[in-house]
């Protein structure tokens, strides 16, 4: 089968597309014919070594997945050949290839409302802000940075499905994209200073990182929240919150049945193929990209 490896850390050049054996799964697992896959942040960060949480190269990239069952090891009663699946993969093989092995409780029936580019464009994306936002209560004020991005556009889905009242940080020309979402209020974070127009809020989900996190506790109220997940340099306040990804087949089952409803939707960027990781890593480094970009054998 095709995998997309890398012998080294580096650019986006070290990125290879290879022929490489076809996995099997173990007991509690499944093998995944992929059907598509998508770019996070992670990925490239874990390309160039800025995080290192799958140890020295050679692997392979890609936590989200969309695609049907191709086997089934011992102990699976969930799913059977044939089904489409979506979910997240957490393991030094990952879903940059035409097949891989995951834990069967990491997946769920990928909602039927959307195509496999859409599904594997969810998992990581929507189970970080599902977790970041579950205490979410009705009235509550919520200011979500990078609201546009691929984690910010579920997030500021889920908040509304909470009851809360939404702001969203974005340049101008995502301001439509992020109402039609239901965000109640936009900044152009390019010409105006957040501090200066919010009011105290009750959660700040940070996806930016750096200095936003002490600039965000300026406009959180004293009992509130700062929920990071990029790193920001507010860690010394009782306040804040580090948030991390954790894959769950139950959440995106719930997750799915929202999907069907209409009631979250997944914006896709761009869908490129295999042999041009390297332009949608270089894409998603820039920091303009709206939603996701999906990468199909």
Known sequence: MRAITQQALGGPEVLELVEVERPHPG?????????????????????????????????TLGFDVSGT???TGSGVTDFGIGDEVYGMVLS?????????????DYLAPKPASIDHSQAAALP??????WHALTKIAPGQRVLVHAAAGGVGHLAVQIAK?????VIGTARSDNHEFLRSLGV???????????TTVTPPVDVVFDLVGGEYGERSLSILTPDGRLIDAQRDDALDDPRFHRTYVAPSGADLREIATLV?????????????????VARAHRLSESGRVRGKIVLVP
Do not use: Q
């Not at 109640?184 to 957040?194: L, N």
């Open 27 to 59: 007991a509690g697992e499944v093998l995944v014919r992929v059907a598509a896959t998508s770019v996070n942040a992670a990925d490239w960060k874990l390309r160039t070594g800025e995080v290192d949480k799958l140890g020295p190269p050679p692997f």
């Open 69 to 71: 069952v191709a086997e």
């Open 260 to 276: 069907d409803r209409g009631l979250l939707r997944v914006e896709v960027a761009s869908v490129m193929p295999f042999a041009d």
């Open 92 to 104: 030094r093989s990952g879903a940059y290839a035409e097949y891989v092995v995951v834990p069967a």
């Open 161 to 165: 499905l909470h009851g809360a009242y």
């Open 184 to 194: 109640d209020e936009v900044i152009d974070y390019r010409t105006t200073d957040f």
């Open 124 to 129: 990581t994306a929507v189970l970080t802000a």
